[in-house]
């Protein structure tokens, strides 16, 4: 079947979704990314877009979604903001993509010594960055009460921001609660390390279906 199209989307299931955004960041580890040709997804994208995954990320230079997980033209839709923080119209495009486009896994990718995050820590004002850091006030507080010393300060934060997100998410979008619940769509979240590339998928909180789980447990 292929991959652009509307038969692709609706045949796929929110866990082969995450299983897709996996195997990515596998090959991208590995250098074993695809080729992707270009000019043929343009041809292949022209008459609609099928993206299987909405990712919410930081503008990070170097964590963009598409490279880190190997994906072409028309695989993903990329929100990006500083500091992956959510506001209303990233709750709108969100929902535009998983109720009117179809898009089976949401997902928080944060990253690794993020700007944002120390920026924020360190209490820069300035502009409307003022604003744009007091959304991660509340991670920088909730990482300082964590008793998990796996990670130094800050990238501790950033687990905490991608907790946030989706957590304002949900609380913030009736349309991505009750997809969820109804199992329409997965839910995930994941840290970019910048040292190595690889993300650390520590929070999944996708069904999966019923064949699915009789099929793990054959
Ligand atoms: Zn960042």
Partial sequence: MRKHSKEFLQNLTPYQGYELLVEGNERFINNLKRDHDHLELINQTRDGQYPFAVILSCMDSRASAELVFDQGLGDLFSIRVAGNIVNTDILAS????????????????GHTECGAIK??????????ITGLLKRIQPSINKAMLSDNDNYMFHDKVAYANVE???????????????MFENGEIGIVGGVYNIDNGQVDFFKNITKKKKEERQLASV
Wanted: aromatic share 4%; hydrophobic share 40%.
């Fill in 119 to 128: 920026s924020a820590k360190q209490g820069v004002e300035d502009g409307h």
């Fill in 164 to 178: 946030n997100s989706l957590e304002e998410i949900l609380h913030g979008s009736e349309i991505v609660k009750e």
């Fill in 94 to 109: 969100i929902e535009y993509a998983v109720k009117y486009i179809g898009s089976k896994v949401l997902m928080v990718l």
